[in-house]
């Protein structure tokens, strides 16, 4: 396949059509929204959206050493997650630059699935064959098995439990359990990105658009409706998620980001990226360079990726994600800042908007929580 052609989901024929918008994204054709990305982004506050991110990349660690081969090649303490149970953790290159974040899901006693961002999929292959040598434990891409299907906003769970018979109610947050979804096997879990409760559902591509038109049909007199890669961003942006090549790249490490606590520097045996890690913790600890923060807009105007925060007349951070916030009804941004100015209240700071210094309120992460 040439490389400039986008690669197309199980759901292609199903977004076009819906009359979708589709947009490549990291060398996927994907769908950016089907009407009005405000509207999804409501109704997943609201009621339920149906997502597609059949883009993601699995890899599946199999064998009698894959926790340690999971140990020494991520950060996190990959051993101790239990089986059905998952994991928000982190690749990290030997000088401890960030090369994706990932959820581990443990599937089996010596079975885990590994789940990268799109745009850094074959980054993270590369990289766990090449530190899987030495450990008896197979790396095998898996990118091609499967369909990943979310449901994700306050109604999920009862649109869900209308097409399987799996025990949703004993399923926790970060964790996946195999069942039947209208009628196919699936992987179940509940992680998601939106801020809200719901579900990822991982299916073989054959049974994709089966499984989203049970969905759709047991969703829509709740509310559900298909949402796309836009409401998606403003969703995880509202609810203070990093997005890889924006909150989190390979010249920060995880404690320049601010989730040094995915690093387990107690677990069993090296790890790569361990000396590098250990000096930015102490770094962190002593003098953090910059901050993390969020920034509420006082007027209109839309913060980007890349725009210059600045106070009294210095530049003092740069926005990494900017967009309206259909929650707060404002612009909204997250941005890294000097640590003088990133206690949330402090005034005088604004975002340099094509010359124009508009003013911004410094908070906390993240914008919007869910009622539990």
């Not at 609201?46 to 894959?66: C, N, R, W």
């Not at 081969?69 to 059905?84: D, E, S």
């Not at 991982?202 to 499984?211: I, L, N, Q, S, Y």
Request: glycine letters at 12%; hydrophobic letters at 45%.
């Amino acid at each position: 396949m040439s490389s400039n052609a986008p690669r197309h989901t199980a759901l292609d024929a199903l977004h076009r059509s819906l009359g979708a918008t589709m947009t490549d994204f990291a060398g996927w054709d994907m769908p950016l929204r089907y009407a009005s990305e405000r509207d999804e982004h409501v109704a997943v506050r609201t009621k339920a959206g149906l997502f597609d991110l059949s883009h993601m990349g699995e890899i599946t660690v199999t064998g009698p050493q894959a926790a340690a081969l999971l140990n020494h090649a991520l950060v996190g303490n990959i051993a101790t997650v239990g089986v059905g149970r998952a994991r928000y953790t982190m690749i990290c290159q030997e000088d401890g630059g960030i090369l994706d974040d990932l959820i581990v899901y443990r599937l089996a006693e010596q079975e885990y699935m590994v789940v990268a961002n799109a745009s850094n999929a074959q980054v993270v292959l590369d990289a766990l064959s090449e530190r899987a040598a030495g450990f008896d434990a197979v790396v095998r891409d898996d990118r091609d098995a499967y369909a990943l299907i979310a449901v994700q906003g306050p109604e999920s769970p009862g649109i869900l439990k209308a097409v399987t018979d799996a025990d949703l109610d004993g399923l926790k947050y970060y964790a996946g359990l195999p069942g039947t979804v209208a009628g196919v096997p699936a992987l179940i879990a509940r992680t998601g990105y939106t801020g809200e409760d719901g579900f990822e559902l991982f299916v073989a591509p054959a049974d994709a658009e089966k499984v989203w038109q049970a969905l759709t049909d047991a969703g829509t007199p709740a509310g559900l409706v298909p949402c796309g890669l836009s409401c998606r961003d403003t969703l995880r942006l509202e609810a203070g998620m990093p997005l890889y090549g924006h909150e989190l790249t390979t010249a920060l490490t995880p404690f320049d980001a601010g989730l040094g606590r995915v690093v387990k520097f107690e677990k069993d045996g090296d790890f790569v990226g361990r000396a590098a890690l250990t000096e930015a913790a102490e770094r962190a600890a002593s003098e953090p360079p910059r901050v993390l923060v969020g920034l509420i807009a006082e007027g209109r105007r839309v913060p980007r990726a890349g725009f210059s925060v600045v106070a009294g007349g210095e530049v003092i951070g740069e926005v990494t994600s900017g967009a309206p916030s259909p929650t707060l009804g404002k612009p909204i941004a997250m941005a890294y800042v000097d640590t003088a100015h990133a206690a949330p209240g402090t005034a005088g700071v604004g975002v340099d908007i094509r010359g124009s210094h508009e003013p911004y309120e410094v908070v906390a992460l993240p914008f919007y929580k869910r009622q539990k």
